[in-house]
């Protein structure tokens, strides 16, 4: 059973930035892409960004891209999520997930998902 540990969530003013950290196991990383999801209250949760295993490829959702870079660390079993430029929309509890051999928009898909960590974006 994949465990996924997310950390770094916060609360920063607009414009700010935080980096958010999802640990998983060495097979994972070398098996699997991992993607990050976000759900704020009352909405559905949604794709932000996936990596794929070999690092290579990354693909953001379109309200993300330019402001959000994701990362993986092979050497500590880790991707992170850079959020720079932060709007108060962003304010959501996110997830990173994994467990299927490509990279999809559909949280269901994923076999392991994370407990989530909460951003807030306020002033």
């Known amino acids: 059973q994949e465990q996924l540990v997310e950390s770094g969530g916060g609360q920063v003013q607009p414009g700010g930035s935080l980096r958010l950290s999802c640990v998983a196991s060495?097979?994972?990383?070398?098996?699997?892409?991992i993607a990050w999801f976000r759900q704020a209250p009352g909405q559905e949760r949604e794709g932000v960004s996936c990596?794929?295993?070999?690092?290579?490829?990354?693909n953001y959702a379109r309200f993300v891209k330019d402001r959000f870079t994701i990362t993986s660390d092979n050497a500590k079993n880790t991707v992170y999520l850079q959020m720079n430029s932060l709007k108060p929309e962003d304010t959501a509890v996110y997830y990173c997930?994994?467990?299927?051999?490509?990279?999809?928009?559909?949280?269901?898909?994923?076999?392991?998902r994370g407990q989530g960590t909460q951003v807030t974006v306020s002033s």
């Open positions: 997930a994994t467990g299927r051999n490509l990279c999809a928009n559909n949280w269901r898909l994923y076999t392991y």
């Open positions: 060495l097979s994972t990383f070398e098996n699997f892409p």
């Open positions: 990596i794929s295993q070999s690092g290579l490829t990354q």
